[in-house]
């Protein structure tokens, strides 16, 4: 089992920045892809970042490219999204996944990751 911790969110005003965080513990192989989605109540999950944990390659929505950053820190077990620029469409409540099957498979947003964390809200305010 892999347990998954999100922090990090809040309430910004637009153009501001936020960096959240996903501490991640139990039983994960370096193989694992991570990733950010977010969603909003009655709305649909939307990707947002995967990393690749073992080689750190990454992958964005259209939607945050240039604005979003996600990183990983093995030594702490610990993912990164670092968000700038933030935009009141932004807000939503962002989750870190992990799947065992690949970058691939979180990108498509419509598979559901193996496992997942409760979730962090962000709003940005206009």
């Known amino acids: 089992q892999v347990q998954l911790v999100e922090s990090g969110g809040g309430l910004v005003q637009a153009g501001g920045s936020l960096r959240l965080s996903c501490v991640v513990s139990?039983?994960?192989?370096?193989?694992?892809?991570m990733g950010w989605f977010r969603q909003v109540p009655g709305k649909e999950r939307k990707f947002v970042a995967s990393?690749?944990?073992?080689?750190?390659?990454?992958a964005y929505s259209d939607s945050v490219k240039g604005r979003f950053t996600i990183s990983r820190d093995t030594a702490k077990n610990t993912m990164y999204l670092q968000m700038i620029n933030l935009k009141p469409e932004d807000t939503a409540n962002y989750y870190c996944?992990?799947?065992?099957?690949?970058?691939?498979?979180?990108?498509?947003?419509?598979?559901?990751?193996?496992?997942r964390g409760q979730g962090t809200q962000v709003t940005v305010s206009s």
């Open positions: 996944a992990a799947d065992p099957r690949g970058t691939w498979y979180l990108r498509s947003g419509a598979n559901e990751p193996a496992y």
């Open positions: 139990g039983r994960m192989f370096s193989s694992y892809a």
């Open positions: 990393i690749s944990w073992s080689t750190g390659s990454t």
